[in-house]
């Protein structure tokens, strides 16, 4: 399947990059197509959503199969270049599956901004997986050959098979 990751996130020092990075390995491994889609490489307005600006980003999201969202939590919610990218396309996401990762540098891993993610994705008609991935405490998490705690291999298949499975219905 081709299940490209959004990062929320063009902010220098983004621990959510290395998020980003480590659930692509994990996809690419369970052998889907996937890449990461960069805000900092769609410097647009929402202004631009019925643009040809937007064009490139829309065809990614409408070759998709399923879109996994990568995103640290800023001030308990999510980063505005996420929301512009969201609002950038419409109905590239109908019925498409999607995952959510969130990032934070405190416990919770990003457990508000995903749960703020839920009724904008469901707007857009999108297939909510139940599975989420949280990834609290990031500074400490990721060092410099990759995550720390292994467990989070199993988190995100889980997630990962829910994603393909909702796909498939």
């Known amino acids: 399947m081709n299940i490209p990751i959004i990062l929320g996130t063009g902010r220098e020092g983004r621990v959510s990059e290395k998020a980003a990075e480590y659930v692509k390995k994990i996809a690419a491994e369970s052998g889907h197509k996937t890449e990461i889609i960069d805000p900092r490489n769609y410097k647009f307005l929402f202004t631009d959503r019925e643009s040809p600006r937007g064009d490139a980003y829309r065809k990614k999201i409408?070759?998709?199969?399923?879109?996994?969202?990568?995103?640290?939590?800023?001030?308990?919610?999510?980063?505005?270049?996420?929301?512009?990218?969201?609002?950038?396309?419409?109905?590239?996401?109908?019925?498409?599956?999607?995952?959510?990762?969130?990032?934070?540098?405190?416990?919770?891993?990003?457990?508000?901004?995903?749960?703020?993610?839920?009724?904008?994705?469901?707007?857009?008609?999108?297939?909510i997986a139940r599975e989420s991935v949280f990834f609290g405490s990031a500074a400490e998490l990721f060092g410099e050959s990759g995550i720390k705690d292994k467990s989070y291999d199993s988190r995100v298949k889980t997630m990962l098979d829910e994603v393909v499975l909702l796909s498939e219905k």
């Open 62 to 127: 409408k070759e998709a199969d399923a879109i996994i969202i990568v995103t640290p939590e800023y001030n308990h919610g999510y980063p505005g270049e996420l929301k512009i990218l969201l609002d950038t396309a419409y109905g590239e996401y109908f019925y498409k599956s999607v995952g959510l990762c969130g990032v934070s540098m405190g416990p919770f891993g990003g457990a508000r901004v995903v749960e703020q993610l839920k009724p904008v994705l469901s707007e857009l008609r999108m297939k």
